[in-house]
């Protein structure tokens, strides 16, 4: 069965930058629109970033707006977050999250039927 896996995580300080990756484990998969999660301790799954099949539509959470980009490679089936001037409130789990139905992205999980195990993200002060 295919899964996601995201890699990159990690621990940095504030102000740094940090490169989260997102592949599917099958070559034979197709993501769709493709889409970042996180969820920080004691709240809620939040929207972080999205970005549809061609890559020419991304939507970004207006809290990671202007610091973090999305990107994609069709060809070798990955997702990247490049994620600078990180602060104290991006730590979270951040979650891959793929539709194999749409190839329109939103911000709504809901439209995301496979998803990764989550990878920790931690900015120190």
């Known amino acids: 069965q295919v899964q996601l896996l995201e890699s990159g995580g990690g621990v940095v300080q504030a102000g740094d930058s940090l490169r989260l990756s997102c592949a599917a484990s099958?070559?034979?998969?197709?993501?769709?629109?493709m889409a970042w999660f996180r969820q920080a301790p004691g709240k809620e799954i939040e929207f972080v970033a999205a970005?549809?099949?061609?890559?020419?539509?991304?939507y970004f959470a207006d809290s990671v707006k202007g610091r973090f980009t999305i990107s994609r490679d069709n060809d070798k089936k990955t997702m990247v977050l490049q994620m600078n001037s990180a602060t104290p409130e991006d730590t979270a789990i951040y979650y891959c999250?793929?539709?194999?139905?749409?190839?329109?992205?939103?911000?709504?999980?809901?439209?995301?039927?496979?998803w990764g195990q989550g990878i920790q993200v931690t900015v120190s002060s």
């Open positions: 970005i549809s099949f061609m890559g020419a539509n991304k």
């Open positions: 099958e070559r034979s998969f197709t993501p769709l629109a």
């Open positions: 999250a793929t539709s194999r139905t749409t190839i329109n992205a939103r911000g709504s999980s809901r439209r995301y039927d496979l």
